[in-house]
């Protein structure tokens, strides 16, 4: 008999590869990331419509004397860069806090009513009494945002469970679709609301730096709330329970965690009107990086939604010049393929 032949040396036995869930890994993830977005920040404020150099880029900052190029860095291009990144990681965020509280893995923000509930304010305002001014838009977007979400997750409690997933996965489908029924029929008999809702719906981070300045604080306190919402978030996924076993009560936990995502995605949807398949894709692309640790996917997602709406404006300025393709029409037109590509992988994966 060969026995020795059956038992393994020691030696041989290759070491494990470090796993994508352990801290090291994790912040070498969260550090590459960084990493995208600052390379994201230097295209998109060093690329435009119109060309640059890089020395009219460092003599806008360190020699600034008022020339064309100087003002279109700094007037422009940065305030640009900076709604992009807000609203990147706005809507990043805002998708996973979704997704984590409906237990759906393709909810978005707008599924609570938020991007309908904007459009419907401000064209219903609008047809009241004519052309409004943009601060008026946002104020009013802002403000519909917030109110369709909680009619959603008002109806949705009324179950005394603080709203189930399916509960509200139903309640904003069906608030949705009222609200894009009444945005319909106010924009068929009213040309200036119409008018409005082309400009508005068009998701741009051009010309819009003036609702960031407004809405800063908004986005920061949800942020923050999503952020206290990440541990309670990892109990809520072992089921209701498990998560009251650990001392979490559900309903507040869910208030949190909604709380955060209207704030957010109102915020974004207000500053840069509705960009499709950020919220959707980056949750998935998060999740793929880090693991199921809300604690770490959290930030990964801000930065990759973050990243996302970066790269995407700075290549929408660069395949139409003299013009540009706005932000929104270039992730929806690299968004739906990739997320296609990632379903049909993670299907063939549990195959």
């Known amino acids: 008999m060969k026995i020795s032949a059956l038992a393994p040396a020691s030696r041989d036995v290759p070491k494990p590869a470090a796993s994508r869930s352990s801290p090291a890994v994790r912040a070498r ?12 920040v230097v295209l998109s404020i060093g690329v435009g419509s119109a060309r640059s150099t890089p020395g009219e880029i460092w003599h806008a900052f360190a020699d600034y004397t008022g020339t064309v190029m100087d003002l279109t ?40 009513g938020i991007n309908h509930g904007a459009a419907l304010a401000i064209v219903a305002t ?7 001014s943009y601060s008026a838009q946002a104020l009013l977007a802002f403000t519909g945002a917030l ?5 959603v997750f008002g109806i949705g409690s009324v179950d005394r469970r603080g709203g189930s997933p399916t ?21 068929l008999l009213s040309e200036a609301a119409l008018e409005t809702l082309r400009f508005w719906q068009v998701g741009s981070v051009a010309g819009r730096s003036g ?18 919402n990440a541990t309670q978030l990892n109990a809520l996924a072992l089921g209701e329970a498990a998560a009251t076993g650990l001392g979490v009560t559900t309903a507040r ?24 398949f950020v919220g959707l894709l980056v949750p998935h692309v998060a999740r793929w990086a880090l693991g199921a640790d809300y604690r770490w996917l959290v930030p990964a997602s801000a930065l990759i939604g973050s990243a996302i709406i970066l790269l995407a404006d700075t290549l929408g300025r660069i395949i139409a010049r003299p013009g540009e393709l706005p932000v929104g029409v270039v992730v929806a037109l690299a968004g739906a393929p990739v997320f296609v590509y990632i379903a049909r992988r993670k299907r063939v994966v549990s195959a």
């Open 147 to 151: 109110v369709a979400s909680v009619v």
């Open 211 to 228: 609702a960031l300045e407004l809405l800063w604080p908004v986005l920061l306190l949800g942020g923050l709330l999503a952020w206290l």
């Open 253 to 276: 936990a869910r208030g949190v965690g909604l709380a955060a995502l209207v704030l957010l995605a109102g915020a974004a949807v207000t500053i840069a009107g509705p960009v499709a």
């Open 29 to 40: 993830t969260l550090a590459i990331l960084a990493a995208v977005v600052v390379i994201g």
């Open 73 to 112: 860095v700094r007037e422009i291009r940065v305030p640009r860069t900076l709604t992009a990144l807000a609203v990147g990681a706005a809507l990043g965020v805002a998708g996973t806090l979704v997704q984590g509280h409906t237990r759906n893995p393709i909810a978005e923000p707008g599924l609570l």
């Open 126 to 132: 609008t047809a009241a009494a004519g052309p409004l």
């Open 167 to 187: 509960t509200l996965v139903l309640v904003g489908a069906a608030v949705t679709s009222l609200c894009l029924g009444l945005v319909s029929a106010t924009v």
